[in-house]
């Protein structure tokens, strides 16, 4: 009992000390904490919003302007550098005199120093690779900021795509396939088939690979388009084919092709002809007809035309009269022979005579008989000009029509 009264006051005392210990060390992380805040530069007062505008593509002889864009805030400038690739071409510094350096570059491009300054860089004749801005802020911060693009340098083609392979008829289900072809540029043109003014679909287009030309460095492209031709890609009976060509935003170029629907002409009977398969009478050069005009004829089967009707009634007329009239001459030689005969052995007269009398009767016979031989040459003459000019018959009717 009486060493605890004793120590009583120990105890408390180390309990104080330990109290303003704990209170020393708060306050000494707070006035840390308060040093830290206010020593720490504010980011929001510092370099920020660094970034480039740096033409993705210039055409072969152009000039290019590179721009750096940056935000100093309250800091001052120390630097703005500009690299191709890991090599240093530009520099500004505001605090030097001269501000601006340029330094040796190799690939032929260089620096117009007149129309460069603090954010812009502008460069004749620029060659393809990146491009890099480096910014770096005054004291005491220095703080960097690096930021770069690409930049191609192209060859354009010398002409426009070239289309092949399209002929400007088709007939509905034929086969349309043809090729675009861009050539000599640099990069190769991306191709592109359009169908009425519609992007091609995908399966009906086949794209083959790049063509290197090594010798003078530059590249072709082709593409293919294979489709079947349908009622819904003719538009009043007309298709339009495009192919373009582009190369970034520098090059647009177009090639096209318009194709006629070849529709089959519908015969009076009310069929199609099908492919060379007319069923039609062909007639010689020699009877000054033209074979390429059959599709416009009329054709019957086994079946004479009104005019070839017309044309044979009255041929049969003149045969049936030449053979009555040739009937009635026998008949008439028939019945007078007797009676020349008996006339001639009872008349008074010579021997001489009875026989001259017969020889003019065989005369007469035999004058009969040609002139009957020659109506029936006539008559097949002329049933052969029938049958000749049968199918000028035929083509009458739809020619009056």
């Not at 033409?55 to 940056?70: E, F, Q």
């Not at 590249?219 to 819904?232: D, G, K, T, Y």
């Not at 009875?354 to 009767?361: D, G, Y």
Request: glycine share 4%; aromatic share 10%; charged share 25%.
């Amino acid at each position: 009992m009486e060493v605890s009264k004793v120590y009583k006051p120990c105890i408390r005392a180390l309990r104080l000390a330990r109290k303003r210990a704990t209170v020393r060390s708060s306050w000494r992380r707070m006035l840390l904490f308060v040093g830290i805040f206010f020593f720490i530069p504010d980011s929001s007062t510092a370099l920020s919003n660094v970034s480039v505008s740096i033409p993705s593509a210039v055409k072969r002889g152009d000039n290019a302007i590179l721009i750096c864009n940056y935000n100093l805030e309250y800091e001052n400038l120390y630097t703005v550098k500009w690299y191709r690739g890991r090599r240093e071409f530009y520099r500004y510094t505001p605090k030097e005199n001269p501000a601006l350096k340029i330094f040796p570059a190799s690939g032929g491009y260089s620096v117009d120093m007149a129309e460069s300054n603090a954010t812009h860089v502008f460069i004749r004749n620029p060659i393809s690779g990146k491009y890099s801005c480096e910014v770096s802020a005054d004291a005491p911060s220095f703080n960097t900021f690096l930021v770069s693009g690409e930049m191609e340098v192209v060859e354009l083609p010398t002409q426009r795509p070239v289309i092949t392979g399209i002929h400007s008829r088709y007939r509905l289900d034929d086969v349309i396939n043809g090729n675009c072809s861009s050539d000599f540029s640099k990069p190769a043109a991306n191709l592109t088939w359009w169908i009425n003014d519609e992007q091609a679909p995908p399966d009906s287009v086949r794209k083959f690979g790049i063509q290197r030309h090594f010798s003078e460095n530059l590249e072709s492209a082709i593409v293919e388009i294979n489709f079947v031709a349908a009622l819904h890609h003719f538009n009043k009976g007309r298709l339009k084919l495009k192919c373009s060509a582009r190369i970034y935003d520098i090059y647009v170029q177009e090639a096209e092709k318009l194709i006629e629907e070849d529709r089959p002409r519908i015969l009076a009977s009310g069929r199609s002809p099908e492919l060379n398969m007319y069923p039609f009478d062909h007639l010689s050069d020699t009877e000054g007809f033209d074979e390429h005009n059959e599709l416009y004829l009329t054709h019957y089967n086994n079946h004479a035309s009104a005019a070839t009707i017309r044309t044979k009634v009255p041929l049969e007329s003149q045969l049936i009269k030449v053979a009555v009239l040739f009937l009635l001459m026998a008949a008439t030689n028939s019945l007078f022979k007797p009676t020349i005969e008996a006339i001639a052995q009872v008349a008074e007269g010579s021997h001489l005579q009875i026989a001259s009398k017969r020889n003019e009767i065989a005369t007469e016979n035999q004058i009969i008989l040609q002139q009957f031989q020659k109506s029936r040459a006539e008559i097949n003459l002329q049933t052969k000009c029938v049958k000749k000019c049968e199918p000028t018959a035929r083509r009458m009717p739809l020619e009056m029509r």
